[in-house]
Structure formats: structure tokens, C-alpha cells
């Protein structure tokens, strides 16, 4: 017969933070590392630095050996529930713009705002019209 897997909610894992009481989440298992504190290499700050968050990406950046990867088996209690973990927002890209030299600009803004170049170019001629016409 199948063991059942204890379930927990990110929540619940996040409350058990302290050097006393220290759960882990990696890979969507939690691990209760209480009594592993005092013996874990990167100290016992790395392992409060985590909780209350999917730690997989720290655990993994870490480079942990298989003989880790082992031990961590003897502190297993159970896995989060897959509804309370969380969704990752998606990333925004933004393009930087390349600087451009003034004069692009300006004819950047003369091909958009085409209305001021057209109505100085026609304020011109009524003006040397009008000023013809007086002679």
C-alpha cells in the first residue's frame, strides 16, 4: 500500500523560519532542516535566508553534490500543495533605444508632426504674396 505525502501550503511552510524550527522548499518538497542547522556547510544563515520561498534556484546555483542531494531525503516531510505555490509574473522586455544626434531628431519630428514644417511653408508664400500684391 502507497504512503499518502503530508501536503502543506507555501503559508504554512513560510511560518517555520526560525533556527529552532526551519522548513525548506525545493522542487516543490518541503524539508524540515531543523536539526541539520548547526551541521550544514554554508551555515545556518543560508538555510533562514530561504525559507519562506521555493528555494530550488538557490539550491541549485549552490551545486550541490549527490551525497547532499541524498541527505536531504532524511529531512522530507511532505510537498506543497500545487495550488498555493505561486505564479511567477511574466518578465517585461524593453528595448532600449539606440541615442540618436539631434538632427535625426528634428527630422524624426517633422516626419511626425508634419503640421508645423507645412504651416510655416504656407504662412511664407501668403506672406511674400500679400507683400507682392503691395508693390
Known amino acids: ?4 505525502t503530508k501536503l ?6 513560510a511560518t517555520h523560519n526560525k533556527q529552532d524550527d526551519c522548513w525548506v ?3 516543490g518538497k518541503v524539508y524540515d532542516v531543523t536539526s541539520y542547522m548547526d551541521d550544514h556547510p554554508g551555515g545556518d544563515d543560508v538555510l533562514l535566508a530561504v525559507t519562506g520561498k521555493d528555494a530550488t534556484d538557490e539550491f541549485e546555483d549552490a551545486g550541490h553534490s549527490k551525497d547532499a542531494r541524498e541527505l536531504m531525503e532524511k529531512y522530507f516531510i511532505g510537498e506543497i500543495e500545487e495550488a498555493s505555490v505561486q505564479e511567477i509574473p511574466e518578465l517585461k522586455i524593453y ?3 539606440e541615442p540618436k544626434d539631434s538632427l535625426q531628431k528634428l527630422v524624426d ?4 508632426y508634419w503640421v508645423v514644417p507645412v504651416s510655416v511653408i504656407t504662412v511664407s508664400i501668403a506672406v511674400s504674396v500679400l507683400f507682392s ?3
Open 1 to 4: 500500500m502507497p504512503t499518502l
Open 8 to 13: 502543506y501550503s507555501m503559508e504554512e511552510a
Open 25 to 27: 522548499v525545493i522542487d
Open 95 to 97: 528595448k532600449k533605444e
Open 109 to 112: 519630428l517633422a516626419k511626425q
Open 133 to 135: 500684391c503691395k508693390k
